[in-house]
């Protein structure tokens, strides 16, 4: 859990960020309907739940900055005993203050008005510009004669950037739920006939070790369907011989976890399966073992190419020069993403990759990050030797940057062939 403390630290952090006679507007997500009466399950804006870990929608966060005074506003939701009676409890504007360190808590329906009220003598506003939300709409439109409008996502993105011990031990929480779901996955894979059968058992351990849900629509891929990155229908077959990559993380109190293993329906491995899978994780591995603070990320995604393009080359994959292949993008064709990504509130987290200058930002103490190489050959290449045909295998793990190194965060969730193919 997040303690109250550190939500404040965060403000007082993101305050010295800001202009001075400035007023900042965070607003929380809207309630989305999935069909006629029937709505999505609620899930707070990562931006919003950062600065002040309220839950509940129909609510914003204002900080005011004057000349060196910061003065923070809650907006909640009016107790309704009827509407309780239909959504569930509401704290309430009492309830809210006796819980949150702000300055003042106020009733949305005082939005609008008090909003107005602030808008005197401030000389630029900050909103969320990553967020599409009417509250903003109007908010754009009754500032308007401000001299600036800027993004907060930015700054509130770089605050995000490092997670605190609080937000590791989360991040470790939601891990050891998805930790259980792969090794479920691992054992049970041979007895059941369909990927949605395979997702449910996974989904099943997420719900029941009290995770939220999924961080992200989880991806079982049967054979070439792991040919397709965002494969999420996950409704095809488990065939006998083939691999399945199961890209599924749990999120826990708000923080994500994201995790890809690619394992044998049968429980054993081929020989080609195992050649690509056993090059792929020795390039997974090194690449691990040079995280640490200052190294840059693009010089992590350059390496792992020249090591992915090395091991298709030795396999048959690819013929010619690294550096010519890698250039002329005959890899990209292979290994069409990134490295990896930062991971925390959201599993692909918003904390930026350049600073305001447009510099790359490097590896900090207290980053989290994924490493996840991979390797995809359609069944249909014929450019390719046979036997690897319709394989497509990623291997990732949650990385926490250290000043001298790293933790590999995830680093008991079986990869090794021995160990996957023991259960
Ligand atoms: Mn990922």
């Known amino acids: 859990m997040i303690k109250e403390e550190e939500y404040a630290k965060r403000r007082t952090a993101l305050a010295e960020k800001l202009q001075k006679h400035s007023i900042t507007v965070l607003v929380s997500?809207?309630?989305?309907?999935?069909?006629?009466?029937?709505?999505?399950?609620?899930?707070?804006n990562s931006n919003f739940y950062y600065m002040c870990g309220f839950k509940e929608d129909n609510s914003a966060l204002v900080i005011i900055k004057k000349e060196k005074k910061v003065k923070t506003y809650l907006f909640v939701q009016k107790k309704d005993e009827l509407l309780e009676l239909w959504t569930g409890k509401r704290?309430?504007?009492?309830?809210?203050?006796?819980?949150?360190?702000?300055?003042?808590?106020?009733?949305?329906?005082?939005?609008d008005k008090k909003i107005a009220e602030l808008l005197k003598d401030k000389l630029s506003i900050y909103i969320d510009f990553t967020m599409q939300d009417e509250r903003l709409d109007t908010l754009r439109h009754m500032t308007s004669?401000?001299?600036?409008?800027?993004?907060?996502?930015?700054?509130?993105?770089?605050l995000r950037l490092c997670k605190s011990e609080a937000e590791i031990?989360?991040?470790?929480?939601?891990?050891?739920?998805?930790k259980d779901a792969h090794h479920l996955a691992m054992k049970k894979a041979k007895t059941l006939s369909g990927e949605s059968e395979l997702q449910a058992e996974i989904e099943y351990v997420f719900k029941k070790q009290g995770a939220y849900s999924d961080a992200y629509t989880s991806i079982v891929a049967c054979g070439n369907n792991a040919n397709t990155l965002h494969y999420i229908k996950n409704d095809d077959r488990l065939e006998n011989n083939k691999l399945?990559?199961?890209?599924?993380?749990?999120?826990?109190?708000?923080?994500?976890?994201?995790?890809?293993?690619?394992i044998p329906v049968s429980g054993k491995f081929t020989k080609a399966q195992k050649e690509l899978y056993s090059m792929i994780l020795s390039v997974e591995k090194e690449i691990i073992?040079?995280?640490?603070?200052?190294?840059?990320r693009t010089d992590l995604h350059s390496h792992?190419?020249?090591?992915?393009?090395?091991?298709?080359?030795?396999?048959?994959?690819?013929?010619?020069?690294?550096?010519?292949?890698?250039?002329k993008k005959k890899l990209k064709k292979y290994y069409p993403h990134g490295i990896g990504h930062w991971m925390g509130l959201?599993?692909?987290d918003t904390g930026p990759y350049k600073d305001t200058k447009g510099r790359e930002i490097p590896l900090l103490a207290g980053m989290v990050m994924t490493v996840e190489p991979g390797i995809y050959i359609n069944k249909n290449d014929t450019t390719v030797p046979k036997r690897f045909r319709g394989i497509g295998i990623r291997i990732e793990d949650d990385i926490l940057v250290t000043k001298d190194g790293c933790e590999n965060l995830s680093s008991e969730i079986f990869k090794e062939i021995e160990d996957i193919e023991s259960l």
């Open 29 to 44: 997500a809207k309630a989305q309907q999935r069909s006629n009466d029937t709505e999505y399950p609620y899930r707070q």
């Open 91 to 111: 704290l309430g504007q009492k309830g809210a203050k006796a819980i949150f360190n702000v300055d003042a808590v106020l009733t949305m329906d005082r939005f």
């Open 145 to 158: 004669h401000l001299a600036s409008h800027q993004n907060i996502s930015h700054k509130v993105g770089e």
């Open 169 to 178: 031990a989360l991040i470790k929480k939601a891990l050891s739920i998805t």
């Open 244 to 262: 399945i990559l199961i890209d599924a993380g749990c999120e826990y109190d708000y923080y994500a976890s994201d995790i890809t293993r690619t």
């Open 289 to 296: 073992s040079m995280v640490k603070a200052g190294v840059m």
């Open 304 to 327: 792992s190419e020249e090591l992915l393009c090395k091991g298709l080359i030795s396999l048959g994959i690819l013929k010619g020069d690294v550096k010519k292949l890698i250039k």
């Open 346 to 348: 959201d599993v692909h």
